[in-house]
Each structure stands twice: as structure tokens, then as C-alpha cells.
């Protein structure tokens, strides 16, 4: 028998053989990446594995994500959806504007976002957010996972743009895709410093902890607007 | 000031309210299209922190919110697939051909080392391998099927092989079947790089050859990309592992990485292999920025490059010599 705990609105704790993190799934019946589907009580679970999304991780690690059903979310380097999904699934009644460069990922995107309406795919550089100006409205939060040298001024830009003034980023920095050979402790103080200090808007940091075991070389940051 | 949407273009006010609107027709493929415009045009762009959404229902675009988040779903999906269709460049099929090209060469590989093997119980004295075993197979199968003119008829009189049943000859004969028509599909997709690589990149297919040319092309992702890397990068492309090797440690650089497949340098002696490699490396990255750029092709490039190899052959005729020891030096602390 499976058991449900509630983390917080639409992230859950479904204990069936062991304890795994998940999200009710808005397309029941469907798939997305190899995730296992979980029914309780009528209601079906998408599981979330931590290892395959950083967002995953942070949740795990205490991150404080605060999303509500109908929240509005930017979501920088969505990629192929895996944790767009999950996004999307909590954010019910809300909006996803998920914005990826490659067309590649996209292709999976585009499958992913014709099956959720709630999913509005962005085929843009997200370091040039004038380029979706016309499109995104003000949001609650800004997820930001590319795998960029300027990930402080990209978060910078984009919440000059589009976030709300008690909306909050949320980062998840690769050590490695700012320097291939620095120590990723001293890469991480300096993106850190960047965020709160470097570019128009200043960023407050209220968490910044890695992902281990989950993700090695990877900070995850909350921030909301100074 | 004008600012403009996915909806419309709007005259707002000092404080933002909405004096006049323009909006545009409430059609997907039209709103897709005009989406796609604005987003090269950097100006009149909505002020930060603008709510498009209340903006849309202000000017009557849409009667409810619900319209509003349905009609901007389908627009962006409808823009990404547009994009996405046009985003398949030339040079995009000519990495896939190329990546299948060693999908295929691994694949009859394993495929003929097998089929080797599953025939040499029954004639192992063939001498046969590869692709031409593959065509034996399937025209004789059993070893007993040889006519005396037949050159291998001989090896097969005495053959310490065992006999071949009739169900394992029919398996073995479609094994080969598929195998021979690899090699074929293989021949097709080198033909097919050949022919696109004189189109595609004539400058690089000139120097380097369709199929490093290719690689090249594969390996960095796309013909723009190696038209924006600097000769260096070329010279060590396909060393990654070497190269950060050596980023990382003490090791040291890597001479080149897949362009020692170029005959330049891998005839060449050792000797004079870096500075061959640098000089080709040098030569390729300005093939790749005029097919990029122009397209038109240059044959001074050839020229010079050959010049320049003749050069450095010549002022290099024999291997450096060690420095004689005159007593023992201290080692030179190398500052990293």
C-alpha cells in the first residue's frame, strides 16, 4: 500500500517500497522521460529523481521553492522537459514559459508542450531576454539552469525584465561551465559575489548550498530582488 | 511610446495606460510568423515588468483570461515548430551521414568478426574476411557448392570443418545477406559525404578531404562553429582528452588531434609533425571561414599551404639533436 506526504502545493512524498519524491502528473497515463507512474487513491504520481534534475535536488536539500499552482514561472534552459514536466505538474493552473536554444531539445519540447498547456516553449538565446519581450509576462519565479559563463548576468537580465518585485530566482550553477579547470569552491564564492553585487538588479542570496549527493560541482542558489 | 506584442502593437501612456492599439489578426500561422519578426527587432519593446496579459484584455484581444493563455499557447508552439523546421542546415545532414558512416563501420565490424567466426566452423581454411567473405557466403554458402575452377576449391577438400545443415545454411546465408548489404549502405553514404562536402564546404573539402572535412564539421557541431575557432583549436580538435590532460597537469600538449589523419602529417617525420600540424590547422580555419562566409572556392589556399610544407621540411631535414651534458645541470623549474 502507498503512502502520500505533502511537501508542499504539488510536491509530494509517495512512500511505496521506498520513500521517492514526486508530483501529481497533469497528462495522467503518460510518460515523459522513464519516470514511474504511482496511483493512490485515485490520484496518479510522476516520481522525480533528484539525479536527473537539479530542481529535484534542491527540493531535497531543503530549498524552500515556494510555488503555488497558479504561479507564473520563467524557466531558463529547459531543455528537453524533464524537469519542465515536473514544473508543470506543480504549477497547475499556473504558466511554464520555457525557454531552450537548442533546437534539438526543443523537438522534445515542442512533443512535450502540444500534450500540457500550461508548457509555452521559447526557442531563444536566454542571454537576450529582449528577444521573448513581447511574449513573457511578469513572473513568481525564475528557474535558471544553463550551462553558460555569464549565468549571474543572464539571471540579471532576465530578472530585470520579468520578475516580480517578491518573485524569486532559483540557480543551479555548474562550476565546471563557468571554468573547466578552477577549484569549483572559489567558482562558486565568485558567482555568488556576481549575483549580489555585479549587475543592475542586486540579488539577496537566502540559500546557496551544493547538490551532492546528487549532482557533483553544482551550487544551488535562492535569491529574491534587493 | 510604441511598444510592441504577440498580440498587437500599443500606443501607452506615461502611466502605462493604453491610448491606442493595433492588433493583429486573430490567426495562429499569422501570429507565429509576426512573433518570429519581432523578435530580431530590438526596438519598441514593452518596459520592464509589462502584464502583456492585462494589456491583451484591456484592448479587447481576447474576452477572458483563459482565451488569452490558450490562443498564447498555441502561438508559441506554432513559432518553435516554424523555427525548428528551418533549422536543419546542410551541413546538420552531412554530421548526421557522417556519425551514421562510423555507426555503420562499428557495426560491420563486430557484425563480419561474427560472422567469421560462425563460418569458420564449417570452413575455416576459406582465408576470406570482411566484406568478402560476406559476398562468398552469400553466393555459395556450403563449401560443398564450389565448382573444381574455383580457387578456393582446393581448401575445401581436406576442410577439418564440419558439415553445414540446411537450417544453419539459410541462417548463415542471411546473416551474410544483411552484413554485405552494410558494406553496401557504407559505400552509399561515403559517395553521398563526397558529393556534399564539394558543395557544402569546397575550400575544406579541398584541403582536408570530404571525410576529415566531415568530421571536422561533426565534431564541432556545425559549420559555423569551426568557421569561429581559432586555428588552435583546430589543431588539437578530437584530443580532448589529451588536451585537458594537459590543462590540468603537467603534461604536455597535444600535436594534434583528429587532423594527424591528414597524409601531410601522419607521412611525415616526427619531427617536424607540430610545426606541419599548426601550419595545416592554420590552412583549414581559413577554408572553413570562406565556404562559411562566401561559399567560393580558392585555390591559392592549396598553394600556399604546399609551399609552406616544403618550407618547413626543408629547414627541418634531420631530427633535433640532444644537447650535449657538460656536467650536471639543475633541472629548470617549469612555472605552471
Not at chain 1, 537580465?157 to 518573485?167: P, V, Y
Not at chain 1, 564564492?189 to 538588479?201: G, R
Not at chain 2, 544483411?178 to 569546397?202: D, G, T
Not at chain 2, 609551399?307 to 640532444?322: F, G, M
Request: some cysteine.
Amino acid at each position: 500500500m502507498s503512502e502520500v506526504r505533502k511537501i508542499s502545493d504539488g510536491i509530494f512524498e509517495v512512500i511505496k517500497d521506498k520513500k521517492q519524491l514526486a508530483t501529481r502528473n497533469l497528462d495522467p497515463g503518460k510518460v515523459v522521460y522513464g519516470e514511474k507512474l504511482i496511483p493512490v487513491e485515485g490520484v496518479e504520481y510522476r516520481t522525480w529523481d533528484p539525479r536527473r534534475s537539479k530542481l529535484g535536488a534542491m527540493i531535497l536539500k531543503k530549498f524552500n521553492i515556494s510555488l503555488k499552482e497558479d504561479s507564473k514561472v520563467l524557466y531558463l534552459g529547459a531543455a528537453s522537459g524533464t524537469t519542465v514536466s515536473h514544473v508543470s505538474d506543480i504549477v497547475s493552473e499556473g504558466a511554464v514559459y520555457a525557454v531552450e536554444f537548442a533546437p534539438r531539445s526543443m523537438r522534445d519540447l515542442i512533443g512535450l508542450a502540444s500534450r500540457r498547456k500550461n508548457i509555452y516553449p521559447i526557442l531563444a538565446d536566454a542571454g537576450k531576454p529582449d528577444s521573448y519581450a513581447h511574449i513573457v509576462e511578469p513572473v513568481d519565479l525564475i528557474f535558471q539552469d544553463v550551462a553558460q559563463p555569464n549565468q549571474a548576468e543572464i539571471a540579471s537580465r532576465n530578472a530585470s525584465r520579468f520578475l516580480k518585485g517578491d518573485g524569486y530566482l532559483l540557480l543551479s550553477i555548474k562550476a565546471r561551465s563557468i571554468d573547466t579547470v578552477a577549484n569549483p569552491k572559489e567558482v562558486f564564492k565568485e558567482e555568488v559575489k556576481k549575483l549580489e553585487q555585479a549587475f543592475e538588479p542586486k540579488f539577496e542570496i537566502l540559500n546557496a548550498k551544493d547538490l551532492m549527493p546528487y549532482h557533483e560541482d553544482h551550487l544551488g542558489v535562492l535569491a529574491k530582488l534587493r | 511610446m510604441k511598444i510592441n506584442t504577440w498580440f498587437g502593437v500599443l500606443e501607452i501612456g506615461g502611466t502605462g495606460e493604453i491610448l491606442e492599439s493595433e492588433l493583429f489578426p486573430k490567426d495562429i500561422r499569422e501570429l507565429a510568423r509576426r512573433s518570429l519578426v519581432m523578435r530580431e527587432n530590438k526596438q519598441n519593446l514593452p518596459p520592464a515588468g509589462f502584464d502583456l496579459k492585462t494589456a491583451a484584455l484591456e484592448c479587447r484581444f481576447v474576452s477572458s483570461s483563459a482565451e488569452y493563455y490558450s490562443l498564447l499557447h498555441e502561438v508559441t508552439l506554432e513559432t518553435v515548430k516554424m523555427q525548428v523546421s528551418g533549422a536543419l542546415t546542410p551541413d546538420q545532414r552531412i554530421i548526421q551521414a557522417v556519425e551514421a558512416l562510423d555507426d555503420i563501420n562499428e557495426t560491420t565490424n563486430s557484425l563480419s568478426e561474427r560472422l567469421s567466426e560462425w563460418y569458420g566452423g564449417h570452413f575455416p581454411e576459406s582465408g576470406l574476411s570482411g566484406e568478402s567473405l560476406a559476398l562468398f557466403i552469400t553466393k555459395y554458402g556450403s563449401r560443398e557448392n564450389l565448382e573444381p575452377e574455383n580457387p578456393l576449391y582446393s581448401k575445401t577438400v581436406n576442410s577439418m570443418g564440419a558439415k553445414l545443415e540446411a537450417a544453419d545454411e539459410i541462417l548463415l546465408k542471411g546473416f551474410a545477406e544483411s552484413v554485405c548489404s552494410l558494406y553496401e549502405r557504407k559505400r552509399q553514404i561515403e559517395a553521398y559525404i563526397e558529393n556534399s562536402m564539394e558543395s557544402i564546404a569546397p575550400n575544406l573539402n579541398l584541403i582536408a578531404g570530404p571525410m576529415l572535412g566531415a568530421r571536422l564539421i561533426s565534431i564541432s557541431g556545425s559549420l559555423e562553429k569551426l568557421a569561429t575557432f581559432p586555428s588552435s583549436t583546430i589543431q588539437v580538435i578530437g584530443a580532448s582528452k589529451a588536451l585537458f590532460k594537459h590543462l590540468r597537469s603537467r603534461a604536455p600538449s597535444p600535436k594534434h588531434g583528429i587532423i594527424y589523419s591528414h597524409p601531410l602529417i601522419n607521412t611525415a617525420p616526427w619531427w617536424v609533425r607540430g610545426k606541419i600540424a599548426r601550419a595545416l590547422a592554420a590552412k583549414l580555419s581559413l577554408a572553413a571561414r570562406i565556404d562559411f562566409y562566401s561559399g567560393k572556392i580558392d585555390p591559392s589556399l592549396v598553394e600556399k599551404l604546399e609551399t609552406k610544407i616544403r618550407q618547413i621540411r626543408a629547414s627541418n631535414p634531420k631530427p633535433p639533436q640532444k644537447k650535449q651534458e657538460s656536467g650536471i645541470k639543475p633541472k629548470k623549474k617549469r612555472r605552471k
